[in-house]
C-alpha cells in the first residue's frame, strides 16, 4: 500500500513540474445556459483531420453536460488573465456572470480577449480511470496577438520572452 501511496506522491510531482498552457473549455446545458471549467489536460492530436483532445474528472458536476453536449469550445488563456483561470476553477460562483462572453454562430459560450479558441465537435470520448478523454474535431480557430498562459509548479503567469526564438 505504501508503493502505491509513493507512487501517487511522485506522479503529482512529476505532473505538477511539467511546465503546461492553461484552458478554459466551455459549452451549453440543454437549457442553453453556460458551463466551463479550467482544464490543464490539453493536447493536440491530429492535423488531419484537425483533433484536439482534453480531459475531465469524474467527480465534477458538470461532466454529464459536456458528456452529452455535442460541442465545446477550448479557450487557451492569456498569459495575464489568471483571475479568469482561477474564477473558472472556483466553485459556488457564477462564472459567466463574472466575466465577458458571447454565444458564437456555433452556439458556443466564448469568453472574449484569450489568446485562442477552439471551437470543436465532439469526435470521440474515452472513458480512461477517474476521467473522459474528449476528443473534438476542431471546426473554429480565432487567435489574438497576446501571449499565451503557462501552468509551472502551481503557479500562472506568461512564458518568458527569453525561450521565444
Not at 42 to 63: C, E, G, K, Q, Y
Not at 90 to 101: A, L
Request: glycine share 6%; net charge negative; hydrophobic share 40%.
Amino acid at each position: 500500500m505504501n508503493e502505491i501511496v509513493d507512487q501517487t506522491s511522485k506522479f503529482k510531482e512529476v505532473m505538477g513540474n511539467y511546465p503546461t498552457g492553461v484552458t478554459i473549455v466551455t459549452t451549453a446545458d440543454d437549457e442553453g445556459s453556460p458551463v466551463g471549467l479550467t482544464v490543464n489536460s490539453f493536447a493536440s492530436v491530429s492535423l488531419d483531420p484537425l483533433l484536439i483532445l482534453w480531459s475531465i474528472d469524474h467527480r465534477v458536476s458538470t461532466i454529464d453536460i459536456f458528456r452529452s453536449s455535442d460541442k465545446f469550445a477550448v479557450h487557451v488563456l492569456a498569459g495575464d488573465q489568471t483571475e479568469l483561470c482561477n474564477l473558472f476553477a472556483s466553485k459556488g460562483i457564477d462564472r459567466f456572470n463574472n466575466c465577458d462572453w458571447k454565444l458564437s454562430e456555433h452556439n458556443l459560450p466564448i469568453i472574449s480577449d484569450v489568446f485562442a479558441v477552439l471551437q470543436c465537435k465532439t469526435f470521440k470520448q474515452v472513458e480512461a480511470g477517474d476521467h473522459t478523454i474528449l476528443i473534438g474535431k476542431v471546426i473554429d480557430i480565432t487567435k489574438e496577438n497576446k501571449d499565451p498562459m503557462l501552468y509551472h509548479r502551481r503557479n500562472f503567469g506568461v512564458i518568458p520572452s527569453k525561450f521565444y526564438a
